[in-house]
């Protein structure tokens, strides 16, 4: 068993600025998946540069953060943040949707592809195998925040944190980093190096996070203020996986 230690979540304070760890996460996923998308685009027969993958992350950044904070607001903490619409632009407070940021990061490949002339799925099969070091580095920003713990567990690998009492949990944050942050790049790194149909990588990267949020929603602990939403077990996180499901096996199945 082991204790998450307080671990202060401003990493840097310089006056009046703070630097804090969870931020810090975002931008090691951001430079993570740029610096694997330059050499992506230094491979022979690739018609990709570093600077369109550069501008590229930018419109990604952009939607993950408006996507994500939108979704927060509307999946998870809809009637708060509907008496406080003004609240929706405290980022530093937390409360980010890793399915609004996919809907966010859709919309703003959309834009970057009709700016510069190129399919959605073209832009989506370069895009999403850069993704999974976000995710991981993510995943450990909510570990050490001690935020989306898992169930109270007896496994010998059981957690403490502190904030969310004495009893041992499943560390669900770091099944979530293993999964989609490891083993998810793993597979669509290899994938994506043959050419493929349009649309395949992209839908093999939907089917891929839907299948392992829908597994580790099982060892985490529900939103309080939500519980379970549907059959009396389906989490809000396994309800919204079902769509990416359904739709990455269309762009996988389909001639």
């Keep these: 068993m082991f204790t998450v230690p307080e671990i202060d979540p401003v990493a840097v304070s310089l006056g009046p600025l703070a630097i804090r ?38 419109y990604i950044a952009l939607g993950v953060v408006i996507g994500g904070r939108l979704g927060y607001t509307v999946f998870y903490q809809f009637e ?21 940021g996919v809907i966010g990061v859709l919309v703003a490949m959309a834009m970057f592809a009709r700016r510069h002339d190129r399919s959605l799925f073209a832009v989506g099969d370069f895009a999403v195998p850069l993704m999974p070091p976000g995710l991981f580095f993510g ?42 942050g490891i083993v998810l790049f793993v597979v669509l790194w290899v994938y994506s190096a043959r050419p493929r149909k349009p649309g395949a990588v992209g839908g093999l990267f939907l089917v891929g996070y839907a299948l392992s949020r829908f597994v580790v929603e099982f060892f985490r602990e529900p939103d309080a203020h939500l519980g379970t939403v549907a059959l009396g077990w389906m989490t809000m996180g396994q309800l919204l996986s079902l769509p990416m499901l359904a739709v990455g096996l269309w762009l996988l199945l389909r001639r």
């Excluded at 530093?92 to 399915?99: D, N």
């Excluded at 969310?164 to 980093?177: F, K, V």
């Design 21 to 58: 760890w969870y931020g810090l996460m975002y931008l090691l996923g951001f430079v993570g998946g740029a610096l694997l998308g330059v050499y992506r685009a230094r491979q022979p027969s690739n018609d990709w540069t570093p600077t369109l993958v550069w501008d590229l992350l930018f």
């Design 80 to 100: 708060y943040y509907a008496d406080r619409p003004w609240e929706v632009l405290y980022l530093w407070t937390g409360g980010m949707s890793f399915h609004g």
């Design 139 to 180: 995943r450990i920003g909510n570990f050490i925040n001690q935020e989306l713990w898992g169930r109270v567990t007896d496994v010998p690998w059981g957690v403490v944190f502190p904030l969310a009492g004495e009893l041992p949990r499943h560390p669900s944050q770091l099944y979530e980093a293993f999964l989609e």
